[in-house]
């Protein structure tokens, strides 16, 4: 699968645009570049298009996402603005496949729960995707039992992210994980990239991705790394096309 150049993380937000929006994606879309975004499961099994465990920043509200059925948390409103929590379903009717989508599958849930409801959904979808995830044993799920499907394996920083990322981070970068998922990409945070990660990926036979540039300083360090560049906080006129 080729994403390109860019990839927009959690939709083109900022400026009053919320992330993980509707109307994020909508700007993404208009632009014409990829999307990344995350999925995690409601109290009731929906899947629900949201990158943190807790709802207090992007929600102001008390608790985990897991403590609220699909119902309460559309009701809910990102950053004080009209736009709400999507269903993963929504998202997908939004964007029909005008651009190719990476979904990242955020823990929290039992084994491969939160995967099979995911492909459950996906294999209905019509435009292209990718998967990715800091834990190994999500993507042994697609590589067991839909090995076409383009996966990947998040790395970042020992002493940043929650606890398990830290820990599957930390585990994915050892060979014998790796060899579990078999990622045909691996996603490394800016802050992290080395060579010798860059090398274990090419070895593998595997693609190699930045995250995240937020300035042209850090887009141009990623470039030389990276097939493709998953970053935020482009200006109005900014080529998508890396022309």
Same mark, same amino acid.
């Given at each position: 699968?080729?994403?390109?150049?860019?990839?927009?993380?959690?939709?083109?937000?900022?400026?009053?645009?919320?992330?993980?929006?509707?109307?994020?994606?909508?700007?993404?879309?208009?632009?014409?570049?990829?999307?990344?975004?995350?999925?995690?499961?409601?109290?009731?099994?929906?899947?629900?298009?949201?990158?943190?465990?807790?709802?207090?920043?992007?929600?102001?509200?008390?608790?985990?996402?897991?403590?609220?059925? &699909?119902?309460?948390?559309?009701?809910?409103?990102?950053?004080?603005?009209?736009?709400?929590?999507?269903?993963?379903?929504?998202?997908?009717?939004?964007?029909?496949?005008?651009?190719?989508?990476?979904?990242?599958?955020?823990?929290?849930?039992?084994?491969?729960?939160?995967?099979?409801?995911?492909?459950?959904?996906?294999?209905?979808?019509?435009?292209?995707?990718?998967?990715?995830?800091?834990?190994?044993?999500?993507?042994?799920?697609?590589?067991?039992?839909?090995?076409?499907?383009?996966?990947?394996?998040?790395?970042?920083?020992?002493?940043?992210?929650?606890?398990?990322?830290?820990?599957?981070?930390?585990?994915?970068?050892?060979?014998?994980?790796?060899?579990?998922?078999?990622?045909?990409?691996?996603?490394?945070?800016?802050?992290?990239?080395?060579?010798?990660?860059?090398?274990?990926?090419?070895?593998?036979?595997?693609?190699?991705?930045?995250?995240?540039?937020?300035?042209?300083?850090?887009?141009?360090?990623?470039?030389?790394?990276?097939?493709?560049?998953?970053?935020? &906080?482009?200006?109005?006129?900014?080529?998508?096309?890396?022309?």
């Amino acid at each position: 699968m080729e994403f390109g150049k860019y990839i927009a993380h959690r939709g083109l937000h900022g400026n009053g645009v919320p992330e993980n929006s509707i109307q994020a994606f909508e700007l993404a879309i208009e632009k014409g570049v990829p999307i990344e975004l995350d999925i995690r499961l409601s109290s009731d099994g929906r899947l629900m298009v949201f990158h943190d465990r807790t709802l207090q920043r992007m929600c102001g509200e008390k608790g985990d996402i897991y403590d609220y059925t &699909c119902e309460e948390l559309q009701k809910m409103s990102l950053a004080g603005t009209d736009q709400h929590i999507p269903l993963f379903t929504e998202v997908l009717k939004f964007v029909n496949g005008r651009v190719p989508l990476l979904v990242e599958l955020k823990r929290g849930s039992p084994v491969w729960t939160l995967e099979k409801r995911a492909y459950h959904v996906l294999k209905q979808y019509k435009g292209e995707y990718a998967v990715q995830s800091f834990d190994p044993i999500s993507m042994l799920y697609f590589r067991l039992n839909v090995p076409h499907i383009y996966r990947g394996i998040l790395v970042t920083k020992a002493d940043e992210g929650t606890t398990f990322e830290r820990a599957s981070s930390h585990l994915g970068v050892m060979p014998f994980m790796w060899d579990i998922a078999k990622p045909d990409f691996v996603s490394c945070d800016i802050r992290c990239v080395t060579e010798s990660r860059l090398a274990k990926a090419r070895k593998m036979g595997a693609d190699f991705f930045v995250w995240v540039a937020r300035t042209e300083e850090e887009r141009q360090s990623a470039s030389e790394y990276a097939k493709t560049i998953i970053g935020e &906080c482009y200006p109005e006129d900014f080529d998508f096309n890396g022309k």
